[in-house]
């Protein structure tokens, strides 16, 4: 808050019942009471009047400031003339009121960008970095690909990379939203902006400060102010044509009724009065405030929710969201295999897995990788020898003296082994010893733990039409599909074909409902910025992907798309709320005014109160809670 403002505007207030007070006390001429006015006057309108003398050098006249001078300051003069009644508290109350408003204005603004600038404390200042066996701090900029940083608990993580020394605990929860602090070790990928809350780990560097995570997200952030919704233009573009007709319509006002009383000197001040209050009411302040205002809060409440919006103009679409196409693997699904079921023959399961890992113990495929890590004590002291690569079919070796054989079912016809089907959906390993078939293991990519919810949630908001893209197999995605309850599936495809479908999807859409894809592979960029609004997984998600997107997830939920179309709905209805709020006020006090019924008072209600009440409205859109209840 604008503490020097909030002092002026305390100052002022003494003054002017000081003013107050001397009016009904000291019985004073006109022209001296104009300059007891003056001083409380000028002491808070200073800066309007000096804005709207710089508006009108630069050619933009007719703004909010302009017309408060206009009128306050005929509210000043109206008394000089004969027969009128002085106007001076009033001009200095309206000013003193205006005042206040931007100064609600301005701690709204404030609030909002706190919540989005949570996100400027995930800019790291520092890194340690390894040269030479010494320990150097630098600027993260001046960090290289292929480099070895040291991050420290409660230090910020400087860059990407991969940990390849010691663990810890990261808090995550400025990037994603979520409290949970994510435990991680060697192997594993970090990113820039994440919080180490405990051990001493060693990162090495995959990507430069420029291309970082942290980076991304900042300039994400920055310039998501730069594409206006089409309700932020529209008030835009009235604004700029309604102010000046409404000046002309109050020079109407003041100039043309007096022609036709008795005496046109006798009836300029009843008029002109009507006139300048007709000016404080028509100011567009509420409209002009309140609608971006609420768009930013609005996207300052996603921001803390871990969803970055690229520009309001995309709330404008997503409140209109009526089909959801998503990608399958590390969308819907984590990404990765795992073991998902083991069925064995005249085998235990243990035994079965046991043999499987210890054949691909040295793969680098990701199914081998699923084995070993479902197995994980590969040293138990068994033998393993002649391990040979049967491409495209799978591995042979001979375990404990026993020639084992693990592949696919073409790898078991060539050996004589009578493998069977399974009746689950997935990758099947096929394992035999010595020719006899002895089981198979199932491996799947996993499904996210609230791909389902994500979905309901989706169809609970009237989201008309899911819709998942896969290159997997016709049954896998089919299963993914149904067990999702995804209305619509196409599996086996190029990234080509993905293009295709998605423009057709475009073709029959209607302007009342708009088309969201949701991916996060590099493949997926195409169809991302082809689609009404790209919704990319920010977490684990490619650099193609997020800048291709309109909108990032940085925890990598789903669920989290039917939280960002809730948000956007909730904030479209805050700014219509606002919309409507002030120009009802606005059309019943003008039209009282024109009668010659409303005050002055009344004016500044209908001006700077509706401002204040719609910037108060506009802060909700910060409070994202009651979002929940609607994706529940």
């Not at 206009?70 to 000043?76: E, K």
């Not at 997200?217 to 573009?237: H, M, P, Q, R």
């Not at 109160?609 to 910060?622: E, F, Q, S």
Request: glycine share 8%; charged share 20%.
């Amino acid at each position: 808050m604008d503490k020097k403002k909030l002092l002026r505007i305390i100052l002022t207030a003494i003054l002017l019942v000081g003013a107050v007070v001397v009016e009904k006390t000291m019985g004073l001429e006109v022209w001296q009471l104009l300059l007891v006015y003056l001083v409380p006057f000028i002491l808070i309108g200073y800066d309007v009047i000096g804005e709207a003398v710089e508006g009108i050098m630069k050619g933009e006249i007719f703004d909010e400031d302009f017309l408060m001078c206009i009128a306050t300051i005929g509210a000043l003069l109206i008394g000089f003339l004969p027969g009128a009644e002085t106007e001076f508290p009033e001009a200095v109350f309206v000013m003193l009121f205006f005042q206040l408003g931007e100064l609600f204005e301005d701690y709204a603004e404030d609030n909002s960008r706190k919540s989005i600038s949570h996100l400027m404390d995930i800019r790291p200042d520092t890194a340690n970095v390894l040269r030479n066996g010494q320990l150097t701090v630098v600027k993260p900029e001046e960090v290289g690909i292929g480099e070895t940083i040291v991050v420290k608990p409660g230090e910020k993580m400087p860059l990407d990379g991969k940990v390849t020394e010691g663990t810890t605990s990261l808090n995550t929860v400025a990037l994603t939203g979520e409290s949970m602090p994510r435990p991680v070790a060697v192997g594993d990928d970090v990113v820039s902006g994440c919080v180490n809350l405990s051990g001493v780990i060693k990162v090495r560097v995959e990507k430069t400060y420029g291309e970082s995570t942290v980076s991304k997200i900042l300039d994400l952030v920055e310039n998501a102010g730069e594409n206006k919704s089409k309700s932020e233009t529209f008030i835009a573009k009235f604004a700029h044509v309604y102010t000046p007709i409404v000046v002309c319509i109050a020079l109407l006002l003041a100039f043309i009724p007096p022609f036709f009383g008795n005496s046109y000197m006798e009836a300029l001040p009843v008029w002109l009065n009507r006139a300048l209050t007709f000016l404080v009411v028509s100011c567009p302040c509420a409209l002009v405030i309140s609608v971006p205002l609420t768009f930013f809060a609005g996207i300052g409440g996603a921001s803390k929710r871990g969803i970055l919006i690229k520009g309001s103009n995309y709330m404008d679409t997503l409140a209109n969201t009526g089909t959801v196409v998503f990608d399958k693997t590390g969308t819907l699904t984590k990404g990765k295999f795992e073991v998902e079921a083991i069925h064995p023959n005249n085998f235990n399961e243990k035994e079965l897995l046991h043999l499987a890992a210890h054949v691909e113990r040295f793969s680098t495929h990701p199914i081998a990788m699923s084995l070993k890590t479902a197995f994980g004590n590969e040293d138990d002291g068994c033998s393993v020898t002649d391990v040979k690569e049967l491409a495209g079919n799978g591995v042979t070796a001979t375990v404990n003296g026993k020639t084992v054989h693990v592949g696919n079912s073409r790898l078991m016809d060539a050996i004589g082994a009578e493998w069977h089907q399974c009746h689950k959906a997935g990758t099947i390993v096929h394992v035999a010893v010595d020719g006899v078939y002895v089981g198979h293991i199932v491996v799947a990519d996993i499904i996210k733990e609230d791909s389902q919810e994500a979905i309901g949630s989706l169809k609970e908001l009237g989201v008309k039409k899911t819709v998942m893209l896969t290159g997997d197999r016709r049954e896998v995605g089919e299963l993914v599909a149904q067990k999702l309850c995804i209305d619509e599936c196409h599996s086996e495809l190029l990234p080509a074909d993905k293009v295709s479908i998605m423009e057709n999807i475009l073709k029959a859409e209607t302007d009342k409902e708009k088309t969201v894809f949701v991916g996060d592979g590099i493949n997926d960029a195409p169809v991302l910025a082809l689609a009404d609004v790209g919704i990319a997984m920010g977490a684990l998600g490619s650099d193609a992907a997020i800048e291709a997107a309109d909108v990032v997830l940085m925890d990598d939920k789903p669920s989290k798309i039917a939280t960002a179309i809730a948000i956007a709905r909730r904030t479209i209805g805050i700014a219509m709320q606002n919309v409507v709020f002030a120009i009802a006020v606005k059309l019943l006090v003008l039209f009282l005014a024109s009668l010659g019924i409303a005050t002055m008072w009344m004016a500044v209600f209908a001006d700077v109160g509706v401002t204040v009440i719609a910037v108060l409205n506009a802060m909700r859109a910060l409070n994202t809670k009651q979002v929940d209840k609607l994706t529940s």
